[in-house]
């Protein structure tokens, strides 16, 4: 597995399908091997984009292709969740989207705790059978949910997860005190999500009030917008401060304090551009040294956060202000 991997949310919202193939390449080309996407990513255009370009280059097979489903994709009760029935057409769908006969990584993009994970782990198990799945994972679930799926699996003899993706940055480091941890006891792989805690680690925002008019916080709101805690852009700040003292830019610094954190399989970059993804390519070749892991530390202590990453978990009652 490549230190980095491509994550695709950004893919045709906003970033325009051509500049999306090329970063697909370019990508490839650069060593980085494994392609994250979801199901809800633009609607499902990110995954059509991914098995066009797939398709056109050439490489599936160069490619470790997950993939997640979850979250809604139609008005039905039947358009969500991880139950067999949706699971299974989710996979189907994405499959067909993805021009690909096979999933390498199969992702459960939140946990369900409403539905038995016997029925999910099931029905999981038997996308395996069928070849449709190599492997299966989650994504931003509790310790406690994983755990739980490890253990059913092993009870039943079910397909096991082999990976978690959470929400892990220098801004929100709460994995550290039971996922963490877990994931090592149990050898799982961790992918985190939002290396660059949405941009504020590169010190893209002045305050909590004011966005970039091309930053999520402002052109998705929401859940984005409440990332972005006073506390959090104050720590942002002084991380920027940190990574010129080093000679490195702030970027750059965010996603590799991630990269080499204990535990870590490799961390998703989203970029939105190829300059993006160009800036973020040195680090695969990068080391975080001890003097500077020590800085991060006085900035945010093992374990706490400044700004809440896991507020798209309804299972995370913990509230940053």
């Not at 993805?98 to 999981?124: G, K, M, N, V, W």
């Not at 990976?163 to 985190?192: F, K, T």
């Not at 709101?221 to 104050?234: L, N, Q, S, W």
């Not at 830019?249 to 961390?267: F, R, Y």
């Amino acid at each position: 597995m490549a230190p980095l991997c491509l994550g695709t949310d950004n893919f045709a919202n906003p970033t325009p399908e051509a500049e999306s193939i090329a970063m697909i390449d370019r990508a490839l080309d650069a060593g980085i091997n494994l392609i994250d996407t979801s199901n809800s990513y633009a609607k499902g255009e990110s995954e059509r984009i991914i098995g066009r370009a797939l398709a056109a280059n050439g490489r599936r097979d160069q490619v470790v292709l997950a993939t997640k489903a979850h979250y809604p994709t139609g008005p039905g009760p039947n358009d969500r969740g991880n139950t067999r029935l949706h699971l299974m057409k989710a996979c189907e769908d994405s499959l067909r989207r993805l021009q690909t006969d096979y999933i390498d990584l199969y992702q459960l993009h939140r946990p369900s705790f409403d539905i038995p994970i016997d029925e999910t782990l099931s029905a999981l198990t038997d996308l395996v059978r069928q070849g449709k799945v190599r492997y299966i994972g989650s994504s931003t679930a509790p310790a406690w949910k994983v755990m739980e799926g490890l253990m059913v699996s092993e009870l039943k003899g079910y397909v096991r997860f082999v990976s978690e993706q959470p929400p892990y940055n220098l801004l929100d480091r709460r994995i550290e005190n039971e996922l963490v941890p877990m994931c090592q006891a149990y050898g799982l792989g961790i992918l985190p999500w939002s290396p660059l805690a949405m941009g504020i680690l590169a010190g893209r925002y002045a305050d909590n009030t004011n966005y970039p008019t091309d930053s999520r916080a402002s052109l998705r709101g929401g859940i984005y917008a409440e990332r972005v805690t006073a506390r959090g852009v104050e720590v942002g700040n002084k991380f920027v401060h940190l990574a010129k003292e080093r000679n490195i830019s702030p970027a750059q610094l965010a996603v590799l304090w991630v990269k080499d954190q204990p535990g870590v399989t490799a961390p998703l970059i989203g970029p939105r551009t190829m300059e993006q993804l160009e800036h973020f390519l040195p680090v695969m070749e990068m080391e975080l040294d001890e003097a500077t892991r020590l800085a991060c530390d006085a900035l945010v202590p093992p374990g706490s956060a400044v700004a809440n990453f896991h507020n798209s978990a309804p299972w995370m009652k913990m509230r940053i202000v």
